[in-house]
């Protein structure tokens, strides 16, 4: 049965000020094994689960430019890889993204910040997480630790990535010690055993792949097993199980990014599911639980009405250069058009691979949709030949910022954590 524990905390008089040299009593939180416990949902959690999976396979199989367009679907990832707002990525732009990703085609060195890294190491180590675990006919403690070090190789906290930690943490309050902290997940010493068991859980339960993911991630939040990158973990997590369930075989939906977008709600719902034998109002372990898949299913069904709506938006965009270009059928130009969806950064070559024809039928088809405003060379690698579909970066630009916005419109409301900044033209 879940409840918080008293511990008490000796300083060692190390601190800026009183508050921080204090010693006194703190409460981890003590979780209910998953493996241990009946998972028995209420109708209204059952029927937004039930929703939400239908939502997702929907999404999988009727969403064709964002199923058959590897470097869109990268950029989805790559939005939900830094989805978390302590993560600078989102500030990246997607052309700049897709630029590198052009470079690197033509075998063209460039330089990146470590901000840039930081992205470009987490879409890859999501990409390969999900990919190889979705895999797996089991799921041990082992799969979540490589999820977190994947995550972290890319970072100064490289050494600690997919190391179970052995100290205390705390969410929230200060840096030295957990006296007040809004959260303290379970000792250090009880950690190896609450992961052993999520893994457990995972690997064996029969359930909604839905509830499931939902129940993982809040569990691995809870325990809070690493010292950095616990939120990247989960979601990752949450991606792994949709693939191992039969869901999200093509898209991954952007879920993350919605729990993101009301962060304190998030919060409120996560701290919710922590149920407390001892609280002065007691609610039951299936209604703490069932609450939790509730808000997170309705909140998938939201992020597949999002994606919907940016398959949308390329589709238009697509119909509208057909009508301003006109190609003849089967020319490069033709076949190029589509192929800008999910290649809006391209080369002479790149773009000779795209339409399967020659070099120069390539250059000529570039041209043409140069002429008429579809494609503009990138100032910054005119030596290199880079052309953008602009419309397509802008328009999964907007998607980010409507994501972002609480309303899902930003004229409505602003976005309420850090984005790629509004498209200048």
């Known amino acids: 049965m879940g409840y918080y524990e008293t511990r008490f905390w000796l300083s060692d008089t190390w601190g800026a000020n009183r508050r921080e040299r204090q010693s006194g009593a703190y409460h981890p939180f003590i979780p ?42 990268r950029l989805i990832l790559r939005a939900e890889a830094v989805a978390s707002s302590k993560i600078e990525g989102l500030q990246i732009s997607a052309g700049k993204l897709l630029e590198y990703e052009a470079l690197d085609e033509l075998g063209v060195s460039h330089h990146i910040d470590s901000t840039e890294a930081a992205v470009l190491g987490n879409i890859s180590s999501m990409e390969e997480s999900i990919d190889t675990l979705s895999m797996k006919p089991s799921f041990d403690i082992g799969d979540i630790c490589s999820i977190n070090k994947k995550l972290l190789e890319h970072t100064d906290l490289a050494d600690y990535g997919g190391v179970i930690r052995t100290q205390q943490n705390w969410i929230g309050g200060n840096n030295v010690n957990p006296i007040g902290a809004p959260y303290v997940p379970p000792r250090p010493e009880l950690v190896p055993d609450y992961i052993e068991d999520l893994a457990e859980f995972i690997s064996t339960a029969q359930m909604p792949g839905i509830a499931l993911a939902a129940i993982a991630h809040a569990q691995l939040e809870t325990i809070h097993p690493f010292a950095d990158g616990n939120g990247r973990t989960g979601r990752t ?59 997170f299913a309705r909140s998938c069904s939201l992020a597949c009405k999002r994606a919907h709506d940016f398959n949308d938006t390329l589709e238009s965009i697509l119909l509208g250069w057909r009508e301003r270009v006109h190609p003849r059928a089967n020319s490069a130009a033709d076949l190029l058009l589509p192929k800008l969806i999910g290649n809006p950064v391209i080369s002479i070559t790149s773009a000779a691979r795209l339409c399967g024809r020659s070099t120069e039928a390539a250059r000529n088809a570039i041209a043409t949709l140069s002429k008429a405003g579809i494609l503009y060379q990138n100032s910054k690698n005119r030596k290199n030949s880079l052309f953008v579909a602009r419309e397509i970066v802008n328009a999964f630009t907007g998607y980010e910022r409507r994501l972002a916005s609480p309303a899902g419109d930003t004229a409505v409301a602003l976005p309420s954590r850090p984005t790629p900044q509004r498209p200048r033209h």
């Open 32 to 73: 209910d094994k998953l493996s241990e416990t009946d998972h028995l949902l209420t109708p209204e959690a059952s029927e937004a689960a039930a929703q939400a999976q239908a939502d997702i396979q929907r999404l999988d199989l009727t969403t064709p430019h964002l199923t058959n367009t590897e470097p869109i679907a």
């Open 237 to 295: 997590l949450v991606q792994v199980i949709l693939r191992r369930s039969g869901l999200a075989q093509n898209v991954v939906p952007p879920i993350s990014l919605i729990l993101a977008t009301d962060k304190a709600r998030y919060i409120d719902n996560l701290a919710a599911y922590r149920w407390d034998e001892n609280a002065e109002e007691p609610r039951t372990r299936i209604l703490c639980e069932s609450d939790w898949i509730e808000y």
